[in-house]
């Protein structure tokens, strides 16, 4: 047989073995990619699934800081109730009064400086210290 004529099987190994060295790259590219497709899709799916679980896990720190503040809110309100209550008594709207430089008719204001404030404020160590004991 002449040469080119022949049906070798020498040829279609080689081009098969060629065909194999084409396809084994697009081959392992199209797995890659099939593979980062499939991890993206996964993803999304975990993502979809644990969504309601982030919101009660956010609403649920959501509450707990509203109820902290409401409890703020409270004391307050409470220090405030105590505090009107105060200044509706008689005394305490003298003391408001006062604090305000009101001062009642005929009645005569002395003023003093801000160093005689300061030593009234300070407190008396003589006045602080223990009592002498009982004699017997």
Do not use: C
Request: aromatic residues 4%; glycine residues 4%; positive net charge.
């Amino acid at each position: 047989m002449p040469h080119g004529s022949q049906p070798s099987s020498h040829n279609k190994g080689r081009r098969s073995s060629r065909r194999r060295a084409l396809w084994h790259p697009l081959r392992l590219l199209s797995v890659g990619v099939t593979g980062i497709l499939a991890a993206t899709m996964l993803f999304h799916i975990v993502n979809k699934i644990a969504h309601p679980y982030k919101l009660g896990d956010e609403e649920a720190r959501k509450i707990v800081a509203l109820r902290a503040r409401l409890q703020r809110q409270e004391t307050e309100n409470e220090a405030l109730n105590a505090q009107l209550k105060y200044v509706s008594s008689a005394e305490g709207r003298e003391r408001m009064a006062r604090h305000h430089h009101y001062h009642r008719e005929n009645e005569i204001v002395f003023l003093l400086p801000p160093e005689a404030l300061a030593a009234r404020e300070k407190p008396n160590p003589v006045a602080q210290s223990t009592p002498n004991p009982p004699t017997r």
